[in-house]
């Protein structure tokens, strides 16, 4: 078990990482299981237990890693299935690498089963369908969004749903433990470090073996899913751009289109989620110095009210909000945002807010 992380992001003079604490023993026993669900709710949907009056122990720690997100959990034993594919507002479209330091945790997808240990490392596709359990355990786990990385999107790809039980996959799971013991020592300038270095160890460790590599080539649809979304990418500035644009591209058919992205809860869903992205990289940027409106209209947003109307559903705060907030650290992305959310709402925030 990894000591108790005190005072993170709170060192005297000096803007650390910003993290953020979850624990279930703070409140009635009878409200623990609910208030873990929750928390939770934005990428698993947990099983409930046969008599959660008695309580249920869980503890996250999350740290805001600018372009990826951290986490500390402890928990019960518990089963859980995931958003991707059927839940009304698309589920966050990262990845997952998790290691765990006890326990066991087992994954069954339409494709196929895998469990894994303690220093293993598993990788997980949130917006894929999956369901799962897990026994009392400990675990660390990297969120990684797609665009974080060509080269990574292409090795976690051939990767997901698989264990990494290799040398290589122990020696990340190694570097996860010394993150989560020296992240309260790094200041915000070393983020960026961090996240390079990340990268670079995630491609040294988690690159797939020749099987693995033959088998995703012949996986047709995620190879059309990832020349979809690169497309959606190269056009996000062009209002006229949809469906319709992207499947002549593609040259498929629309309802092989509607297929691909009904995980994410539709085409125009996704087009108009990658843009509101954009748009927020865009205003937290403190070298960025355009206008609202300006941001809105390079997005892909003919219309600013339309516009604010789908950044506030999105984010919780309007375009105007977030341009103007007090901050006084790096700006990344509003941390004021997740400090003024109750505990189990944060972790969903900060998901929905990464962007590589």
Not at 8 to 29: K, M
Not at 50 to 61: E, L, N, T
Not at 249 to 275: A, C, D, K, N, P
């Amino acid at each position: 078990m990894l000591p108790e992380i005190v005072g993170a992001g709170r060192l005297p003079g000096i803007w650390c990482v910003p993290s953020f604490t979850f624990d279930t023993r703070e409140l009635p026993a009878e409200s623990q299981f609910e208030a873990w669900r929750k928390s939770f709710s934005p990428i698993l949907t947990l099983t409930k237990p046969d008599d959660s009056s008695i309580g249920f122990r869980g503890k996250q720690v999350i740290w805001d890693l600018g372009c990826l997100a951290f986490s500390q959990i402890e928990t019960d034993a518990m089963t859980f299935a995931s958003e991707g594919g059927r839940a009304r507002r698309a589920p966050p479209d990262h990845w997952t690498m998790t290691s765990l330091l006890y326990g066991r945790m087992g994954t069954v997808t339409p494709h196929g089963s895998f469990e894994g240990q303690a220093g293993e490392v598993q990788i997980h596709s949130l917006c894929r369908p999956f369901e799962g359990w897990s026994t009392k355990s400990e675990m660390l786990t990297l969120y990684i969004p797609r665009d974080f990385s060509a080269e990574v999107t292409q090795v976690l790809a051939a990767s997901e749903f698989s264990t990494i039980n290799t040398g290589m996959g122990r020696l990340f799971s190694d570097y996860l433990l010394a993150l989560a013991k020296r992240l309260s020592m790094v200041n915000a300038a070393g983020v960026p470090g961090l996240a390079a270095a990340t990268r670079a160890m995630i491609l040294a460790c988690a690159m797939p073996s020749g099987e693995q590599l033959r088998d995703a080539k012949g996986q047709t649809g995620t190879i059309m899913l990832e020349r979809a979304r690169c497309c959606v990418q190269r056009n996000l500035s062009d209002p006229s751009f949809g469906a319709d644009r992207l499947r002549d591209e593609l040259g498929i058919s629309r309802t092989h289109l509607y297929r691909l992205f009904e995980q994410f809860g539709g085409v125009l869903r996704y087009i108009q989620r990658r843009r509101l992205l954009e748009a927020h990289s865009a205003l937290t940027d403190p070298n960025d110095h355009r206008r609202v409106t300006e941001v809105a209209k390079q997005s892909g947003f003919g219309n600013g009210s339309e516009f604010s109307r789908a950044f506030k559903h999105e984010f919780g705060y309007t375009p105007t909000e977030l341009k103007t907030g007090i901050w006084t650290g790096p700006r990344s992305r509003p941390t004021l945002a997740l400090t003024d959310a109750v505990p189990e709402e944060r972790f969903g925030l900060l998901l929905r807010k990464l962007h590589g």
